[in-house]
């Protein structure tokens, strides 16, 4: 979070540059509260889970509002793939919380689409910036999704490491209560 919120006043201050004032306010914003939170959270005035729901929930609407501002989805530089990447951030903690994020991004995204035709048709951003904010937004996306399957699969793995432990246990205690051909017989 940190490090996202340490980025963020450079991205506003580039939107800010090209005159995208509105972008660069969301941005602020972002920042803000993922600040706020951090020192919530430091301080024990907010839980860990109460506060990802808060931050999931900026992000999506940071990502939703700065998305229209900019002129739609062609024309936000990938930023709308915030809005997208939101679920990933509980994928390792919660099934049932890691849907609820999901479904409630891939709405976002449709009401984007649909609210296109209203949007302005371009922004003032060179189409060579734009470039470089699609190239980063997309190695960033990808690079999260991809620290959140390494942790998944690390679960996965000490959970599997667990399990063995425990199989092996039970079968020790097999053959130490029976003999080798009934506790083999019991096994299988």
Known sequence: MLVGAAFLPFWALIYYLFGE?????????????????????????TKFPH???????????IGFFATLAIGGIPNSGGIFLYI???????VSISTQKF???????????????????????GNNIPLM??????????????????ASMIGILRHLNITLRLLAQEQLKSENLLL???PGEVATILKN
């Open 21 to 45: 004032t509105s972008v660069s306010l969301l941005l602020v914003a972002y920042a803000t509260v993922i600040i706020l939170l951090i020192i919530l959270m430091r301080l024990r005035i």
């Open 51 to 61: 506060g990802l729901n808060i931050l999931l929930g900026t992000t999506l609407a």
């Open 84 to 90: 997208m990447l939101a679920p990933f951030a509980v």
């Open 99 to 121: 849907i609820g994020w999901f479904i409630a991004s891939v709405c976002l995204v449709i009401l984007e689409a649909a609210l296109q035709p209203w949007l302005r048709s």
């Open 129 to 146: 910036v734009s470039t470089v904010f699609w190239v980063l937004n997309f190695l960033t996306l990808f690079g999260l999704v991809f």
């Open 176 to 178: 130490n209560i029976l």
